[in-house]
């Protein structure tokens, strides 16, 4: 084999390298665990027609994740997406502590946003689609007419928010506010009033479409990111206000939290293999 045949064979070789796709560059991942603890206000009037305020704790995990997807110019796009999971546990009295209800929630959700960037981004909007889903169980602690209560809820929301970050001498800080409220959706109660003396007034468990005029959600939440060299905190405010009704009964639940979490970033490389 002569040496022009040679290089005809490592040309065709480094052709063929270079057509093969570039090995996909790690996305970075913004993941917050979050312990929160707050005040309560419920109102249920199947399992009593008194309103119930206490106190609640909760866990959460929420992450940040722009999309791998980039535009004709290898760009990234200025499309990203957020999720949340988050169980809470509440404990509420009546006014005349005669009585009180527990109650267990799980509330999940996913979003995506697009975001606008100035000052050297430092200064971020977003605004976007929210999907949630939301359930809370309550039990009453001293009837057993009326042993417990519980919702389903499934929100197509929108999401709205804006951050500023700045810098210190070896920290970054950055200050966040997000509002989500619902749009259309769905929600579901088992049957109430279902005694033979209220099957007048009784509630048939069923689903139905929920929106502004029958069922209200509203979401938002302040936060102060805290950067340091070996850990990244924050600490924030969230409030949650669920309100809906359905024949003459007008069910409510009124939530505000103390956050305090932990953050890290995280890349997966999608070429390397375990």
């Known amino acids: ?25 790690p996305v970075e991942h913004e993941n917050i665990l979050k312990v929160k603890y707050g005040w309560v206000y419920q109102l249920d009037p199947y399992l009593s027609p008194l309103a119930y305020s206490g106190n609640q704790i909760a866990i ?10 980039t535009d004709k110019e290898g ?11 988050d169980i809470h546990g509440l404990r509420a009295y009546n006014s005349a502590y005669t009585n009180l ?7 999940a959700g996913w979003g995506a946003y697009y975001r606008w960037s100035w000052m050297d981004s430092r200064l971020k909007v977003i605004l976007g689609p929210y999907l949630e889903a939301d359930f809370m169980a309550r039990n009453l602690g001293s009837n057993v007419n009326k042993p417990y209560s519980f919702d389903v809820g499934i929100d197509a929301m929108a999401m709205a928010g804006i951050q500023w970050s700045f810098y210190g001498k070896k920290t970054s800080y950055r200050l ?5 409220t619902n749009l259309i959706g769905f929600d579901y109660m088992p049957d109430y009033w279902q005694a033979y003396y209220e099957i007048a007034q009784g509630v048939s468990g069923k689903a139905r479409c929920s929106g502004p005029w029958n069922h209200n959600v509203v979401r938002h939440e302040l936060s102060l990111d805290l950067q340091f060299p070996h850990s990244t905190w924050r600490v924030g405010a969230e ?23 932990c953050i ?5 490389n999608p070429a390397k293999q375990l």
Not at 176 to 180: G, L, V
């Open 239 to 261: 409030h949650s206000f669920l309100n809906y009704s359905t024949h003459d009964m007008q069910f409510t639940r009124n939530q505000i939290n103390i956050v305090i979490g």
């Open 176 to 180: 966040r506010y997000r509002i989500r």
């Open 101 to 107: 209800i527990y109650g267990l929630g799980f509330n």
């Open 264 to 268: 890290w970033n995280y890349r997966i």
């Open 1 to 25: 084999m002569n040496m022009k045949r040679l290089n005809n064979i490592a040309l065709l070789c480094l052709l063929c390298l270079s057509t093969l796709p570039a090995a996909a560059e």
């Open 60 to 69: 959460g995990n929420e992450w940040w994740q722009p999309f791998s997807k």
């Open 75 to 85: 760009n990234p796009i200025n499309w990203s997406h957020v999720g949340a999971i």
